[in-house]
């Protein structure tokens, strides 16, 4: 079941319902129930890598709670993650590094006895393994207590709004909040409408209808000219926003509803005016986990390199983090490329302050739309990477975007709902960065602006959506 | 148990009006929608195809298929050469389901004496996506095409409660129809470009597609109607600027063995014709031919089927 599954639009307002008409100290055990039937209703079988996971962070974050010994602790939490990480490698590693090796070999003339193996990868795995380590290591850090309450743990990992594309949680946010005996509040339960509609407008609207053009020309790359491929790579991007900004918002919104607040995963981050900035507002649960359990340790451990200690926490930081979206080469360069930019960016940070200081630029509005603009094209550069099937195809599209100009290819339809919808919500963004609290739509004080607002977009998702249930980009990691 | 507060009682108040406020709108805009389409479908009837093809078209032979129809045939070579009349109902991005309750919904109507059937060796398999969207506007018009939704996408009956759902995506069409009108081509899209730059793809065999049941029932059950009202069903695959050997294909035999045990008229050959697949300048893309590619083909096609007058 996913968020624009028609299931969906019956399951949650059931569940909402009978959550809330639920005493208070038995809704962990329906949400529970709840997230499992969720998860089961993907792949049944899926529910069992879940499961394994849960008993093995719930049983090595008791042990380490229980023990005093620094050294068995530390043995516990290196047994649990690497547990833990073990799916992980088997589902969305193994293959590719087996196929790696019979290649490799075969070039040398020698049989590999593993024949090539194609596993169906359980989804959401990349996110409840990242959670469960994070539980794990804050248990260890003694951050938080380790849950002795089996279920509130399985919880935490099968979370119905959250398991499938995040936002990657915190134990020490979350558990607390399963908890917690919450009466229903009407301030939250609109706000998680609001939310979960404007997911859905970012979702069905802008990102499933600019991926008609992208995955038309991404799906076709031979056939295509570098203009039509620069303008398609220039479009993903936002494509890819709206669609994991969508389901981000859907899934906070619901969780919501449910009375449970979770952390904020977009901040419209392509009014960025610099790489840094930028990571600081897209995907914020995942650069937060990886800033939080790889970069500042790293970072630490390197202190005595100094600066390059910082580039070279980025360069692994950023190298994992393309790991993490897949075990292909694509992701592993993309991953590379944010932290090139980001190093040096760091690297030059110093000057760049003090340049900015003796010609007073921060306030000038074209220098923050330059920097905007270089931000874009440096961060669009590198999804070429992301967006691309294999590397060839990859330098195919940037050989071509420098070589063979020609007319764009124009699905015109398509492309006017598009740009239509893509520029409605950047205005929206526009307008919520640089005024904030000034043009208030959904939260305007006039109960007509109100309706309308919200009439207007779920007219917009049913006049101009994409309502064929496609899928989420982030459900591929 | 929660007790309903009063902000409970005025959330389930707001909410109750919310929904009221957003069904007068829909059902506001369903009937605007109907309006327009209508003004669209007088003004410029060949822009309103799936309209105009459903509900009004009449002509001798008619031309059924997905874009590969709507840019191949030409029909005033058609009329030159058999003497009768034609029309192109070619639909971009339209598959079998469509063409199905297309060619039911113009039975119904009218007696053609030729259906032309212009498709591709995958017409019976499962790369045919479900239900266009196309068809949600007569879902209360048409009993064909309302069984269908209701047998093949149950769920989407309840959508369609919604007046708005059903025109999803077709405001720029209806507008543009309203403020343009086009000169009549009857329905054919000339594709006019100096010809396709690149060269034929060519793989050794098509991807393998599970012929559907479900296909293969449509496709018979129209074949029997045409039958039924003396209609002469003709198959035809246009040319491709791709390689690769369909014939051994399950989904290409399939369709053989249906043309072959129904006595209709498979024209097949000119699928991968030398004079198509060695010249790139007749083709606007790999699976398109341009306007000259057309009327070289249409005029093949007529010499094919001449016999069947």
């Given at each position: 079941m996913v968020f624009t599954s028609f299931n969906f639009l019956i399951f949650f307002p059931l569940l909402a319902i009978v959550y809330w008409l639920t005493p208070a100290k038995f809704r962990w055990l329906l949400l529970l129930i709840a997230s499992y039937f969720f998860y089961i209703n993907?792949?049944?079988?899926f529910a069992l890598v879940l499961a394994g996971v849960t008993g093995s962070t719930w049983l090595f974050t008791i042990l380490m709670d229980k023990t005093t010994v620094d050294s068995k602790k530390k043995r516990f939490m290196i047994i649990n993650i690497i547990l833990i990480l073990l799916p992980l490698f088997f589902f969305k590693y193994f293959s590719s590094i087996n196929d790696g090796v019979i290649a490799l070999l075969e070039s040398s003339h020698i049989r590999w006895p593993l024949p090539e193996i194609k596993l169906l990868l359980p989804i959401g795995i990349s996110f409840y393994t990242f959670m469960a380590i994070g539980y794990t290591i804050d248990v260890y850090n003694e951050e938080i207590e380790a849950e002795k309450n089996v279920g509130i743990v399985a919880l935490f990992l099968s979370f119905f709004p959250l398991i499938l594309s995040g936002p990657i949680e915190r134990a020490k946010n979350m558990l607390p909040q399963f908890k917690a005996h919450r009466n229903l509040e009407y301030d939250a339960v609109v706000l998680g409408l609001k939310m979960m509609l404007w997911g859905y407008f970012m979702k069905l609207v802008v990102a499933d209808r600019l991926g008609m053009y992208v995955d038309a020309v991404y799906g076709h790359i031979p056939q295509h000219n570098g203009t039509t491929l620069m303008f398609a790579s220039i479009l993903y991007p936002f494509q890819v926003y709206a669609d994991l900004g969508g389901y981000s918002l859907i899934a906070i919104g619901t969780a919501k509803i449910l009375g449970i607040d979770v952390m904020q995963n977009?901040?419209?981050?392509?009014?960025?005016?610099s790489m840094s900035q930028f990571w600081r507002r897209w995907h914020i649960s995942l650069i937060s986990w990886l800033t939080d359990y790889v970069y500042t340790p790293l970072s630490f451990s390197l202190r005595k390199y100094k600066m390059w200690g910082i580039v070279m926490a980025l360069m692994i930081t950023f190298f994992l983090s393309g790991i993490w979206h897949g075990a292909a080469l694509t992701f592993v360069v993309w991953g590379l490329m944010q932290g090139v930019f980001l190093s040096i960016e760091a690297l030059t940070n110093k000057r760049k302050a003090l340049f900015e200081k003796r010609h007073n630029l921060s306030a000038k509005w074209w220098y923050i739309a330059l920097g905007i603009c270089i931000t874009f094209l440096l961060f669009s550069s590198s999804q070429i990477f992301g967006r691309a099937a294999n590397i060839e195809d990859a330098f195919v599209v940037y050989r071509k975007i420098f070589t063979e100009q020609g007319a764009l290819f124009l699905d015109k339809t398509t492309l006017l709902y598009g740009l239509f919808s893509l520029l409605f919500l950047l205005l929206k963004d526009f307008l919520d960065e640089f005024f904030p609290k000034k043009y208030n739509y959904f939260e305007n004080r006039n109960i007509f602006v109100r309706y309308f607002s919200y009439g207007f977009v779920l007219l917009l998702i049913l006049a101009i959506g994409v309502l064929d249930g496609g899928q989420f980009i982030y459900f591929q990691f | 148990m929660i007790a309903l507060k009063n902000s409970n009682k005025i959330f389930i108040t707001k909410a109750l009006a919310f929904v009221v406020f957003f069904f007068l709108i829909d059902f506001g805009s369903g009937i605007l929608f109907r309006f327009l389409t209508k003004m669209a479908l007088e003004n410029n009837p060949q822009g309103m195809i799936a309209e105009y093809t459903m509900q009004e078209v009449e002509a001798d032979i008619l031309i059924i298929g997905g874009s590969d129809a709507h840019s191949s045939f030409v029909p005033d070579i058609i009329e030159a050469q058999m003497n009768l009349s034609c029309y192109n109902c070619g639909l971009d991005g339209h598959g079998i389901f469509y063409q199905c309750c297309l060619i039911n919904s113009i039975l119904q109507r009218t007696t053609p004496k030729f259906i032309i059937w212009c498709t591709d060796p995958r017409f019976l398999t499962g790369r045919t996506k479900g239900i266009p969207e196309t068809l949600y506007r007569f879902y209360d018009q048409d009993l064909f095409v309302k069984n269908m939704i209701d047998k093949i996408e149950p769920k989407t009956r309840f959508l369609l409660y919604s007046n708005l759902y059903c025109y999803n995506s077709t405001i720029l069409n209806i507008l543009k129809n309203i403020l343009s009108k086009t000169n009549s081509t009857k329905g054919y899209n000339s594709l006019e470009t100096e010809g396709y730059l690149f060269p034929s793809i060519r793989e050794p065999r098509m991807p393998a597609n599970e012929v559907m049941d479900v296909n293969v029932r449509y496709f018979e059950d129209i074949i029997h109607k045409c039958n039924d009202k003396g209609v002469k069903l003709v198959m035809v695959f246009p040319p491709r600027y791709e390689e690769f050997n369909y014939k051994e294909g399950t989904e290409f035999k399939a369709l053989e063995k249906i043309t072959e045990e129904q006595n209709i008229l498979f024209v097949h050959e000119l699928y991968l014709a030398p004079e198509f697949i060695n010249d790139s300048s007749m083709f606007k893309d790999a699976a398109h031919v341009n306007d000259k590619g057309a009327r070289m083909f249409t005029t093949m096609f007529c010499e094919r089927i001449k016999c069947l007058n």
């Open positions: 993907i792949k049944p079988v977009f901040k419209r981050p392509f009014f960025a005016t | -």
